[in-house]
Each structure stands twice: as structure tokens, then as C-alpha cells.
């Protein structure tokens, strides 16, 4: 079973502050990706990277950058959080020996941050 | 800009047949359309993905016109389990990524 565990379910921080997501994956998966959720938008990409080092932006990069030094794990940085970046932050990962964006995804459970 | 439309919200009643429908009017020759199944507290889940006209598998059905300006998501014989947000999603690559979620319906099961 394809497992991505995000580092934390619940996160409350400070207007200012820099801010680490972690997400792993267990299945040796090229490509990972992060995404924000907001109810009535769906899901947004925010980053995705397809091999280590190697990233791009997706819809929504303003504000984030992402770190990929090892395949497992693709960290999402908030440089100086804002209440804007109040949200549900969804990591996904995906098998691709050829970059194809259309492979199945799989995705953690979450991390629901609250930046006040 | 590419999008993709969903209703907001369907209701329905146990062992009923489930259509929702996704609008992509700006679907590139390279993009597939894939649909996930979210549980409050989850992530989004795969459920089935095609390209054109019909591809079934043991949960559902994913029907594609022939121009693929739409698809539409079949489940059959629903139960009070099925209820959960369903995502479309167009994804492909020309000049750059595209991965293009919709903002979900959120289908409720009644008994």
C-alpha cells in the first residue's frame, strides 16, 4: 500500500513566521506534488517536482517555495506566513518513468494550518 | 485559462444510479481526465481515468463525448458509503504542467 504521511494533521502559527511542511513517501514515487485546499476552490497546485532538485511552479506559487533533496520527502516553506495562507495543504506523489502529469496521484491526509 | 466545472452538490437515495457530470471546455489534445473521491479528513482518492469515450472499472464509469468538452462520472447502485466530495481533474502537459482540479460536488447518500 502507497503511503504519504505529512508531518503534522494540525498547525497554528504567527503572522511572520517561517513555516516547514514535511511530506514522505514510501513507494519510491518520481513525482510529488503540493497542493492548498479551500472550500468552493477545490484544490490548487501550488508546487510539484518530478525528480530530486528539480521542481515547478504550479497556479499558486506566490508566497511558498518547496525543497527536494531527497526523493522521499518534499518540504513546502512558507517564508513569512500570512493569514491568507490559512488552509488545508494536501501533499500527493506519483509513479512516472516519463514525466506524465495524468498518473494516478496519492495523497497524505493533510496538514490543516491556522496562521493568525 | 483552462477550467473545469462541477455542480456544487447532488443528493440521492440508496441503490440509485449517480451521474455527475464535469464541464472542461478548454480540454488540450494532450490532457486526460481523471476523477478522486475525498472522505472529510482524507486526501482525494483515484477513482478512474480516461481519455475518450467509455472506460469502466469496478467502481465506475467514466463516459467522454467525442469532443471531451465534458466527462461524466457513473456510480451505480450507490450506498450510504458513497457519499463524499468527487474532484475532476484535466491534467497534461503542452509549454508547461497542467493539473486543473474542479472545486468538487459533494454527493450525499440517503438512506
Known amino acids: 500500500d502507497v503511503k504519504v504521511t505529512q508531518s503534522s494533521r494540525y498547525l497554528v502559527k504567527r503572522t511572520g513566521e517561517k513555516v516547514f511542511l514535511e511530506c514522505v513517501q514510501d513507494?519510491?514515487?518520481?513525482?510529488m506534488f503540493w497542493y492548498r485546499q479551500d472550500p468552493g476552490l477545490g484544490l490548487r497546485l501550488i508546487y510539484f517536482?518530478?525528480?530530486?532538485?528539480?521542481?515547478e511552479k504550479g497556479d499558486i506559487p506566490e508566497g511558498y517555495s518547496v525543497s527536494r533533496e531527497k526523493k522521499e520527502r518534499f518540504s513546502l516553506i512558507l517564508e513569512s506566513a500570512s493569514t491568507n495562507q490559512t488552509s488545508m495543504y494536501l501533499c500527493?506523489?506519483?509513479?512516472?518513468?516519463?514525466?506524465?502529469?495524468?498518473?494516478?496521484?496519492?495523497f497524505g491526509p493533510g496538514t490543516r494550518l491556522t496562521v493568525l | 485559462l483552462a477550467k473545469t466545472t462541477q455542480p456544487i452538490s447532488m443528493d440521492s437515495y440508496e441503490g440509485q444510479e449517480v451521474n455527475i457530470t464535469c464541464s472542461h471546455n478548454?480540454?488540450?489534445?494532450?490532457?486526460?481526465i481523471t476523477w478522486y473521491q475525498q472522505f472529510p479528513s482524507q486526501g482525494p482518492r483515484f477513482i478512474i481515468q480516461g481519455y475518450k469515450t467509455k472506460v469502466t472499472n469496478e467502481v465506475a464509469s467514466l463516459f467522454i463525448p467525442a469532443d471531451r468538452k465534458s466527462s461524466t462520472l457513473s456510480l451505480p447502485r450507490v450506498s450510504l458509503s458513497d457519499t463524499a466530495v468527487y474532484y475532476c481533474l484535466v491534467a497534461g502537459r503542452d509549454s508547461s504542467y497542467k493539473l486543473i482540479f474542479g472545486s468538487g460536488t459533494r454527493l450525499l447518500v440517503r438512506p
Open positions: 513507494m519510491d514515487h518520481e513525482n
Open positions: 478548454n480540454i488540450a489534445t494532450n490532457d486526460y
Open positions: 500527493a506523489s506519483s509513479f512516472a518513468r516519463l514525466i506524465r502529469p495524468n498518473n494516478e496521484q496519492f
Open positions: 517536482s518530478y525528480d530530486v532538485k528539480m521542481k
